[in-house]
């Protein structure tokens, strides 16, 4: 399977190299001592899922179908969609009725990038891409300073 396509089907730019490389390799700053694509990394994932008008409960259907089955793939620790609540608290930010965040845990960027190409996960963004307005991921990793 050609990787540079794998995140076809919505929208946004896929988050790939040219080359159909690493997928996270463009996030990891070079001549860091601690970190490199290579390694053995933990991986928190926080992927805002912006969905058309009214259809985030449909969403979050599709995802309740597939979040058992992420849960079982190798290296996966946490796989959960959470959504805005409202609160008093008064920094938080307008709460969005159309926006489901993804908050995912990964032991290494290798086990990010196989899940990416997982069948359930194609077969989940064919299913949802005409529900979904946008997507914005954060590759994230533990500060070691």
Known sequence: MDKSRVLDG???EPNLSPDGGSIVKNVVKLGDPFVSAESKIMVVVIATI?????KRDEVLKHFG???PKVL???GCSEYMPFVDIQTMIPTQVEPNQDQVVMLEKWESTEALEQHLLAPHMLEF???VK?????VSLQI???DRS
């Open 10 to 12: 919505l929208p946004g």
């Open 130 to 134: 005409d529900m979904i307005k946008a």
């Open 140 to 142: 994230l990793s533990p």
């Open 50 to 54: 912006l969905t058309q008008s009214g």
């Open 72 to 74: 079982q793939e190798e």
């Open 65 to 67: 179908e597939v979040v």
């Open 125 to 127: 963004r064919t299913q």
